[in-house]
């Protein structure tokens, strides 16, 4: 296992698309996140996995973002509709405990 | 209200000098600050961390420094090498789990 793998690296897509992202978590982790990064700024927080259970939701999190971890391995997040404003780098960590966390190398989404 | 300032966007030193990147919070109510270094294109990599017990942490060329009374945090890098330019981020945890990152501060460390 080298690490935590996302997929694509990178997505282009029309305005109102919908995209979906994979995560392959590092196999022994529990814990995994998804956050979002645009340019200037730290990592924000979308949402947090333990196992298959989703715990967190970050009001950043509309209704058009969904993700799910069906057999707490791999997580997808999906965006429907999108919009420029989505673009952003797409970012998911997995951790074996609550601190720290081992990131993947992202997902770049551009919205034209 | 952002908790975390990271209020130099961009840092630039000689090869061999030291490195201070600075943090500051708003909380107190904080369980372990960790620092993160993030190359282009890639994710955030851990580097270090500070448990709110201890005032220092060292390992390697890298050490944090803690100051609760001022809500400070600092990262030293010495010597700096031309391979340590990147974004610096640091991370902070509250005792109730809740996460939060600054906005980063790009070193740039000339050969």
């Known amino acids: 296992d080298t690490g935590v793998s996302q997929d694509p690296r990178h997505k282009i897509t029309k305005r109102g698309q919908n995209v979906t992202f994979r995560c392959d978590p590092i196999?022994?982790?529990?814990?995994l996140y998804w956050y979002r990064q645009t340019l200037g700024q730290g990592p924000e927080f979308l949402t947090y996995?333990?196992?298959?259970?989703?715990?967190?939701k970050s009001r950043l999190l509309s209704d058009r973002f969904s993700a799910e971890r069906p057999k707490g391995s791999f997580s997808t997040l999906e965006i429907q509709r999108t919009e420029q404003g989505d673009s952003a780098m797409y970012l998911c960590?997995?951790?074996?405990?609550?601190?720290?966390?081992?990131f993947g190398q992202g997902t770049r989404l551009t919205v034209v | 209200d952002q908790q975390v300032k990271q209020n130099s966007p961009s840092l630039s030193v000689q090869e061999g000098r030291i490195s201070i990147l600075n943090c500051d919070y708003t909380?107190?109510?904080?369980?372990?600050f960790l620092w993160y270094k993030k190359y282009p294109a890639e994710g955030p990599t851990f580097l270090i961390s500070?448990?709110?017990?201890?005032d220092k942490n060292e390992d390697g060329r890298f050490t944090v420094f803690l100051n609760k009374s001022a809500k400070h945090l600092s990262l030293h890098i010495v010597p700096s090498q031309p391979g340590d330019s990147a974004v610096y981020f640091c991370?902070?945890?509250?005792?109730?789990?809740?996460?939060?990152f600054g906005d980063g501060t790009t070193l740039t460390v000339k050969p």
């Open positions: 996995f333990q196992n298959e259970a989703q715990l967190e």
């Open positions: 960590a997995s951790s074996p405990t609550y601190t720290e966390a081992f």
């Open positions: 909380n107190s109510m904080f369980d372990y």
């Open positions: 991370r902070y945890f509250t005792n109730a789990g809740k996460s939060t």
């Open positions: 196999s022994e982790h529990n814990r």
């Open positions: 500070i448990s709110s017990i201890k």
